[in-house]
């Protein structure tokens, strides 16, 4: 089953750290624009980052620039998000999903245009 594979979400304190990563199960994720979503309980899903399939272009929500960083290595066929000094409204389940380059340096999409949703991972910031 082609489709990423969430892992890094834990119960956190406000200020702390996590590293999220999503990882590409029975495909190759190079030719790919990742894009990390979330969703909050009671809330629409949102976007939170995306990088091209080079890593060389990547956009950020506002509610998370400064403190959040998305990274790729082809290689291991992962994508990372580096959270920092967390707050608790960045409490959500997070998944990743893949688009088109073309559609991810278009800037205009919405969900139904990625794909190989994975299960999520959920991040708690809580004291």
């Known amino acids: 089953q082609m489709q990423f594979v969430e892992s890094g979400g834990d119960l956190v304190q406000p200020g702390g750290s996590l590293r999220l990563s999503c990882a590409a199960s029975g495909f190759t994720l190079d030719r790919y624009a990742i894009v990390w979503f979330r969703q909050a309980p009671g809330k629409e899903r949102e976007e939170v980052s995306g990088?091209?399939?080079?890593?060389?272009?990547?956009n950020y929500a506002d509610s998370v620039k400064g403190r959040f960083t998305i990274s790729r290595d082809n290689a291991k066929n992962t994508v990372y998000l580096q959270m920092n000094s967390l707050k608790p409204e960045d409490t959500a389940v997070y998944y990743c999903?893949?688009?088109?380059?073309?559609?991810?340096?278009?800037?205009?999409?919405?969900?139904?245009?990625?794909?190989?949703w994975g299960q999520g991972t959920q991040v708690t910031v809580s004291s």
């Open positions: 990088i091209s399939s080079s890593g060389r272009r990547t």
């Open positions: 999903a893949a688009a088109s380059e073309s559609t991810y340096r278009s800037g205009v999409y919405s969900e139904p245009d990625f794909g190989y």
